[in-house]
């Protein structure tokens, strides 16, 4: 009996102190990781050498801002050309120009507001017929492949788990595809959580005809 209890006492533990340690660790990296943009500054500038000790998350402050002046400076006339000359001049160096085009081409349709890329959760059917996992509409098919493609197809992303930053890229008939009365954030947690967390169901609307 102390033996059971001394169990799920340790489990209840494990249950409280396990997502604590791996939200701060994931946490902790991420603000280690923006306060590199400290070197940007001064030695004269950090905050050690102002303030006499280190200061957590003045890197993350730091880069927030870059990344909101960056915003202002190019919604104005001045930002849109220096934005464009300096485009130009990265389009004349080879392999510079390639790894750019590429980055600011995903960058633009992962965070358009316009765009549809990983706005939809999809029901597709994967890795064979009969065996269902969830992904997410990134776009449609383009260029030479369409050529080759009978029907409508669309472009999904089906990410692996626990982690859903790797995952497989198909192409897709849109008929075998269902979509899901599902956020993404409610998609990516119960993908995360390998089934564990299920989105609450949403009810539908019948209306009469």
Same mark, same amino acid.
């Given at each position: 009996?102390?033996?059971?209890?001394?169990?799920?006492?340790?489990? +209840? *533990? #494990? @249950?409280?102190?396990?997502?604590?340690?791996?939200?701060?660790? %994931?946490? =902790?990296?991420? $603000?280690?990781?923006?306060?590199?943009?400290?070197?940007?500054?001064?030695?004269?500038?950090?905050?050690?050498?102002?303030?006499?000790?280190?200061?957590?998350?003045?890197?993350?402050?730091?880069?927030?801002?870059?990344?909101?002046? +960056? *915003? #202002? @400076?190019?919604?104005?006339?001045?930002?849109?050309?220096?934005? %464009?000359? =300096?485009?130009? $001049?990265?389009?004349?160096?080879?392999?510079?120009?390639?790894?750019?085009?590429?980055?600011?081409?995903?960058?633009?349709?992962?965070?358009?507001?316009?765009?549809?890329?990983?706005?939809?959760?999809?029901?597709?059917?994967?890795?064979?017929?009969?065996?269902?996992?969830?992904?997410?509409?990134?776009?449609?098919?383009?260029?030479?492949?369409?050529?080759?493609?009978?029907?409508?197809?669309?472009?999904?992303?089906?990410?692996?788990?626990?982690?859903?930053?790797?995952?497989?890229?198909?192409?897709?008939?849109?008929?075998?595809?269902?979509?899901?009365?599902?956020?993404?954030?409610?998609?990516?947690?119960?993908?995360?959580?390998?089934?564990?967390?299920?989105?609450?169901?949403?009810?539908?609307?019948?209306?009469?005809?």
């Amino acid at each position: 009996m102390r033996g059971q209890l001394i169990k799920r006492y340790f489990i +209840t *533990g #494990l @249950l409280i102190w396990v997502p604590l340690v791996i939200t701060g660790w %994931v946490l =902790s990296m991420i $603000i280690s990781t923006l306060d590199q943009s400290l070197r940007l500054l001064p030695a004269g500038m950090h905050p050690e050498n102002l303030v006499g000790f280190s200061i957590p998350g003045a890197g993350a402050v730091l880069t927030l801002a870059m990344i909101l002046f +960056t *915003g #202002l @400076l190019a919604t104005n006339f001045i930002g849109q050309k220096l934005v %464009v000359w =300096s485009e130009k $001049i990265l389009a004349r160096i080879p392999v510079v120009n390639s790894v750019y085009n590429s980055v600011k081409q995903v960058s633009d349709t992962l965070f358009s507001p316009n765009g549809n890329a990983f706005r939809k959760a999809l029901l597709v059917q994967y890795p064979h017929q009969g065996s269902w996992t969830i992904a997410f509409q990134t776009g449609q098919p383009g260029g030479d492949i369409i050529n080759h493609l009978v029907g409508d197809h669309v472009s999904v992303y089906v990410p692996t788990t626990p982690n859903p930053t790797s995952g497989f890229f198909l192409m897709m008939p849109t008929k075998d595809t269902v979509e899901l009365d599902m956020s993404v954030d409610e998609a990516l947690k119960y993908i995360i959580s390998m089934g564990v967390v299920a989105p609450q169901p949403h009810p539908r609307v019948i209306t009469n005809t």
